[in-house]
């Protein structure tokens, strides 16, 4: 649209015109725009004044790999690939559970508060000795206590209420009451100086302090393809904050330290269960060899079968290792049996040969924690967890099948060294059948004694590994906070502010202009009719009454229609006859000053030396009367007189409205008639004006609003001129079609336009006040 306007009035787009005028519009109201920001600045500045600062406290951590050190390297490891799932323990640090062990372990059902004139602000604690007295399980709901510091000592509110509990002597010790705390003075110096403060403290639930603490954490990557995290935690006191996220990394590295610990837990009371079977039965073969001795007086073996004997012995070795083997692998299959569907640890590397079976016990404990992980962020309805438990009682039938056939394995090498043996034993057939007996309780010694030291070794083991279990994260920054508060942000406030501040005042008037129907000066009315011309543009003053009395005034109004005077003429025919022009004045509608123009055009044609002649020919509203000096009467003799009474002479009418213009004279409308266009059309108006050609050089007629009556349209055709008025910010757009019309038909003749009123808005970038002041501010 307003690219059409400008292109409309020039003829062609001028994009630094466009620009030029549309800034024009707005820089009207440049007052609007200061007051604004002023105000937005104002705002902005008391809303951070009275909103508490947030800092950033920030830690780094890494997430260490709980595979063992001397295990094989994976593809994983050979590509510097990381086998955590990050995910997995981003969310255990956000889960509820760490969460409240944070809260517990920090106290944090409690909060602290400095009541200000302004605002509230949290701080880290009081400068007095405040001691809780019930157990964080018992804060049920939120509570809040005012705490007011007083000459004589401690006065607290609870909740709302009014009524003080007053602890004289700054200690609640020796007063009875019920709340959950007790206060003490501890530094009277500190007392002295927060006399008259104001301090709140509050207690929370600790599901709701862990749910509020989870709800601020923040955990990201530090970068893309990084393995670091970046733990975040936002508050209002910087040493508050980084002792909650250091505490939260300790919470966490404790609990994945504890998740290891379990495998060595559970391998310990696994051997310590049958460290009492193994030494009950270490009694009963002792005990049965003793009796044997001494019942059969048993002795060593003889030299001469001491081949045989060294081969039997080493048979009977084999013998031995498998029946371990066989006895570790009953053990393992009920301690399965006893734990089955429970999906806990198994004992792992208790001294079973069977790589398979091995790799199946390393593979279920490795579920049974990634089973616990899931559970932990899941819970038991987990499809995650679901599957994991099929695998579990997959592989507990795997293992269970493991053990069955390595047994069978091992029992068909027993009965294969038994069958061997049986050889050497014929070759020894010397040997007394006792000392056959013998050879065999020893041997059940000995395979308990080195059962029992091997579990023992194993225990030991488990122990040192539970005493040096390795961290489950790395500290790579501790907690910090940053120096400037990340809300509010003081920089974006004011930036805000200032947009809003412009851009508030730019609406109300971009929607004021947009719904403003009136015309504002020349490219409104070329818009809508541009091929009429538009004669002048006649300024706003401070009194629209005024009148070009002084020939010689050389004020802005003056020269205005000076322009006016000069322009006249070159709509004007020229001829060889030098009879006076004929120029009509008339607008739409009432108020766009029609009679205020056409008496100033004709004083200022005065002022040239030119005869001139005003017709107040409006009959049905006159007002040219009002203007003259002094003012005349309405009623006096005037047009209305002659036209009615044929021997009435129009020159008998004419008076001297402003004695300091001798060569101008004025024919009032006379006494309102009843039938005002009949008059005008009756022959008369014209004989009046053929006779007025012959004395004047000008005659300048007030006619009537031509959208309102017909009296203007009978008498057009008189007109040399036709100056049709409209009028700033009073002239509807609209309106302009109705005078295009006039023109467009022909009704009006030699019909031009003049803008009254222009600078009573700057809203379209008009001022033209300079333009007619420039040189003209003194009379001469």
Known sequence: MNEERVKTVTGKTDQGEQIKYELRKYLRYWFWFVIGIMIALVAAFLYLRYTPNIYNSSSKIQILNKSKGIEMPSSAFIFNRSTINLENEIEVIKSLRISEQVVRNLDLTMAFYEEGNVRTTEIAGFPFVLTKTIPNDSIKSHESFKIQIKDTGFEVFRGTSDKAIVFPNYSSYNVSHDLPFELEAGNLNNIKQNKGKTYIFRLIPVTSAAKSLKSKIGVSFVGKGSELLQLNYSGENKSRSEQILNELMSVFNLDGIIDRQEVSKRTIAFIDDRFELLAGELDSIEGNKQDYKQNNNFFDVKSDAALGISQRTASENEVFAIEGQILLSNMLVESLNIKNNEYDLLPANIGITSVNTNELIGAYNTLVFERDNYLTSGGENNPMVQTINEKLNELAKNINSSLNAYKSQLQASKNQLVKRNDKF????????????????????????????????????????????????????????????????????????????????????????????????????????????????????????????????????????????SSNVSYILTTGKDAKGKIIYVTSTIKGEGKTYVGLNLSLALSSLNKKVLLIGADLRNPQIHHYTQPESDKNLPGLSNYLHDETFSWKDALIKGFSMHPNHDILIAGAIPPNPAHLLTNGRFERLLNEAKEEYDYIIVDTAPTILVTDTLLISEFADATLYLVRAEVTEKTLLDFSKDLYDSGRMKNMAYIINGVGASKSYGYSYNYGYGYGYGIKE
């Open 425 to 564: 034993v014929s070759q020894v057939s010397a040997i007394p059948a006792k000392e056959k007996i013998m050879r065999s309780i020893e041997r059940q010694q000995a395979i308990k004694e080195t059962l029992y030291l091997f579990l023992l070794q194993k225990r030991e083991e488990a122990a040192i590994n539970l005493a040096i279990t390795e961290p489950s994260l790395k500290v790579v920054e501790y907690a910090i906070s940053g120096g400037a508060p990340i809300s509010p942000n003081k920089k974006n406030i004011y930036l805000m502010a200032l947009v809003g501040g412009l851009l508030i005042p730019f609406g109300i008037i971009y929607a004021s202009i947009l719904l403003d129907t009136k015309i504002k000066g020349r490219n409104d009315v070329k818009l809508r009719a541009g091929q009429i011309p538009i004669l002048a543009e006649i300024p706003k003053t401070d009194d629209m009454n005024v009148v070009f009395t002084d020939p010689t005034e050389r004020s802005a109004q003056a020269e205005a229609f000076r322009i006016l």
